[in-house]
């Protein structure tokens, strides 16, 4: 007889097979329970933490600045007042391509290089979705031009805001005073939050001297937002308090 006979060990090869089942087994069991044990965590003991962060995404804050207090001198003469004025302003949050949405802009309205390097500086300090203004007072004209192309640029927005104006002009500015923009050294000395959606604070005189009075406190609303940040409706107000 010729040629070479196999002889198969079968209790060998049983005993590996039963080894190689019974690791299989382990492992298996191993990542049920570590799935089981994430999903515990998640939905037991995080769940107060995510659903906390789910609502942040859905629920937003939007600052509503008060009206500044007028100003009047002891004949009760108006000296300082507020006048309506149209800001372009943009959700930085909202807009898909800032930096090219910037130069669009900027080829339509003329935007001061000062401009955005405030918006930009503002950014890095407000909230999210909270508006910036990136050029302030703008001219019925610019108004008209932007309504025009206004579909596109999402995320950017006309909003009538007040503005400071002095009827007496310069004949009281050496004690009215003025208002400025908040700068980078105003932010340091002021309550930041209490200036959310505000623009101007007061520099000299009066205008700085009554700050504290003149500015009133901010109010705040709590918006639902859909996915693109854009609020649906309003589901809480507190209202702002007028300056006096």
């Keep these: 007889m010729s040629g070479n006979l196999d002889f198969k060990d079968y209790r060998r090869e049983g005993r590996l097979f039963t080894h190689r089942a019974i690791v299989a087994g ?14 515990v965590y998640l ?5 107060e933490h995510f659903t906390t962060l789910a609502q942040d995404n859905r629920v937003k804050l939007i600052p509503l600045p008060p009206t500044r207090g007028l100003i009047y001198d002891r004949k009760n003469r108006l ?8 800001n372009l302003e943009i959700i930085p949050e909202v807009v898909p391509d800032l930096e090219k949405s910037l130069a ?10 000062a401009d955005k390097e405030r918006f930009y500086k503002l950014k890095r300090q407000k909230r999210r979705f909270e508006s910036i203004p990136i050029k302030l007072d703008i001219s019925q004209e610019e108004a008209a031009l ?5 579909y596109k640029f999402p995320g950017i927005s006309i909003q009538a805001r007040l503005t400071r104006t002095y009827p007496m002009k310069d ?32 520099k000299t005189g009066v205008e700085k001297s009554y700050e504290d009075i003149l500015h009133g406190k901010v109010g705040l609303q709590q918006v639902e937002v859909n996915a693109l940040g854009k609020p649906v409706r309003v589901l809480q107000e507190k209202p702002p308090l007028p300056g006096r």
């Design 171 to 202: 004949l009281m500015a050496h004690v009215v005073g003025y208002v400025g923009r908040i700068s980078l050294k105003d932010l340091k000395t002021i309550d930041a939050s209490n200036y959310a959606g505000t623009t101007y604070i007061g």
């Design 26 to 39: 382990l492992l298996v069991v191993i990542l049920l329970g570590s799935i089981v044990g994430r999903m």
């Design 146 to 150: 932007f309504s025009v192309n206004r």
């Design 79 to 86: 000296l300082a007042l507020n006048r309506p004025a149209f």
């Design 104 to 113: 669009e802009l900027s080829a339509l309205i003329e935007i001061a290089p």
């Design 43 to 47: 939905q037991i003991i995080d769940h």
